[in-house]
Each structure stands twice: as structure tokens, then as C-alpha cells.
């Protein structure tokens, strides 16, 4: 199995570096520091490449958004991701991602990944200095758990999932079972499907048709041509009435 840069230095039982960060929120610049972020706090934190990027957009934030309310259930208070980039450009990927169960942070210059010791030059890329990618437990500030990604070519995401956190922080949680719905703009009943599932605390991905999927795919695979058309671990629902009536 390929090892870690030696460089890559496992910080475990370490404070985490004293950080402020500069946020933008409603149009005001806000300074966070790492006091505000884990002092008296369990936190998970995942740090990646880059907003934007294919493996981080697709894979790496979804699955934690999606198993937050688990984390949530066992212990940690929060769940941040971290990454090399300026708070417009993670402000914009949050709400590209619709990520609201976790906390973006940008660590715009750097200062923290550097303090982490997993700072890199990604200059092949045109990226500059980032993070390597990494996920870690914190507790009160310091740091219980890494899980640092091998130095391998590429971009390599084999430990620092949510599910690898999640194996170590509660090995016997039970996951969410994945949802999906199909849905179209100005639906009421599409309306009140997502927000039964956010009320239950449910991540669930989102298929709008029109924008890559269509009445046609909508038909073929649930029999139906309204919406909204809810799918949960794989077994078809219905529409709203009747996820109403499986959660009861």
C-alpha cells in the first residue's frame, strides 16, 4: 500500500493552527477564528483540492452533507470543509452544492492548510498552492484523527471520505438511505416533498426535469408523468401524498 509523504505528518493529539479567516456574508466581511470554529466543540473538518473540482463536487462534499445528521446523532457538532480558496468563490460553491448541513471555510491564503503541514504546489495545474486532501477529528481544538491521502500521482481520495470518518467516529451508525426525486419548477406538491424531507432531516439529490432529465426518463422509469416522483434506497415512493404516508 502506497504511504504518505513523510512530510504529511500525522498531527494527532496537536492543536489545530491559530487561524482567523476572512468570510464574506451579506454583502459584509466577517472574521472567523479557530477558537470560534472548535473551541469546546467535536468537529469534523475534510480539506480539498478546490471549489469547483470534479471529485470534490461530485463525491467529497455530497457524501458529507448527506451524512451529517448521523454525524450529527453521534457527537460531532460540526462538519467543516476546508479549501485553498478565496470566501466568493466558496460562497458561490456553496450554494452551487445546496451543502447546508456543512460549514464552508476559506482558507484564502493558505495559513492553515500551511500550519497543517499539507499545503502543496498544484502550479502543474495552474492551481497554485492547495491543500492535499485530508479529513480530521477535532476535539476542543485539538486534533483526535487524520486521515491523510497517500502520496500517489493525481488526486487520490481513498481515506478521507465520509464514510471513513464516519467508521471511525460511530462504527455502528446506520447510513441514510439514498433519496432522490424528480422534480420541475413551480410544482407546489414538488414544494412540499422537499420540505417534508429537509423537515426529517433528509438529504436527498434533486433531479429538476428540463435540466438533464426528461418527462420521456420520468415515464420510463416510474410509470408516471407527474411530479414530484420520490425514490428512497432504491424503491419508488410516489409523489408527495404518499411520502407523507411512508414516513408515517
Avoid at 477558537?35 to 475534510?46: M, N, Q, R, S
Avoid at 412540499?192 to 428540463?210: P, Q, S
Avoid at 420521456?216 to 404518499?242: C, N, W, Y
Wanted: aromatic share 10%; proline share 5%.
Amino acid at each position: 500500500m502506497t504511504q504518505a509523504n513523510p512530510n504529511f505528518a500525522d498531527k494527532s493529539g496537536q492543536k489545530v493552527p491559530s487561524v482567523t479567516f476572512r468570510t464574506r456574508r451579506n454583502d459584509e466581511w466577517v472574521n472567523i477564528t479557530s477558537d470560534e470554529l472548535f473551541a469546546g466543540k467535536t468537529v469534523v473538518v475534510f480539506s480539498l483540492p478546490g471549489a469547483f473540482t470534479p471529485t470534490c463536487s461530485s463525491t467529497h462534499l455530497p457524501r458529507y452533507n448527506e451524512l451529517a445528521r448521523t454525524f450529527k446523532q453521534n457527537g460531532v457538532d460540526e462538519i467543516i470543509c476546508m479549501s485553498v480558496n478565496d470566501t466568493f468563490v466558496m460562497n458561490a460553491w456553496a450554494a452551487d452544492q445546496e451543502s447546508d448541513n456543512v460549514t464552508l471555510i476559506p482558507d484564502g491564503n493558505g495559513e492553515f492548510t500551511d500550519g497543517m503541514g499539507l499545503l502543496v504546489d498544484k502550479a502543474d495545474l495552474g492551481f497554485g498552492k492547495r491543500s492535499w486532501r485530508y479529513s480530521m477529528l477535532v476535539k476542543d481544538g485539538v486534533v483526535d484523527k487524520m486521515f491523510i491521502e497517500p502520496d500517489k500521482a493525481g488526486d487520490p481520495f481513498e481515506v478521507s471520505d465520509a464514510d471513513t470518518m464516519l467508521a471511525y467516529v460511530a462504527p455502528e451508525a446506520l447510513k441514510p438511505e439514498a433519496i432522490s426525486l424528480f422534480t420541475k419548477p413551480g410544482c407546489s406538491f414538488c414544494a412540499k416533498a422537499k420540505a417534508l424531507l429537509k423537515d426529517k432531516g433528509l438529504a436527498y439529490e434533486e433531479i429538476v426535469l428540463g435540466a438533464g432529465a426528461t418527462l420521456t426518463s420520468l415515464k420510463a422509469m416510474t410509470g408516471r408523468d407527474t411530479v414530484p416522483q420520490v425514490f428512497i434506497g432504491g424503491k419508488h415512493i410516489g409523489g408527495s401524498e404518499e411520502l407523507a404516508a411512508y414516513f408515517k
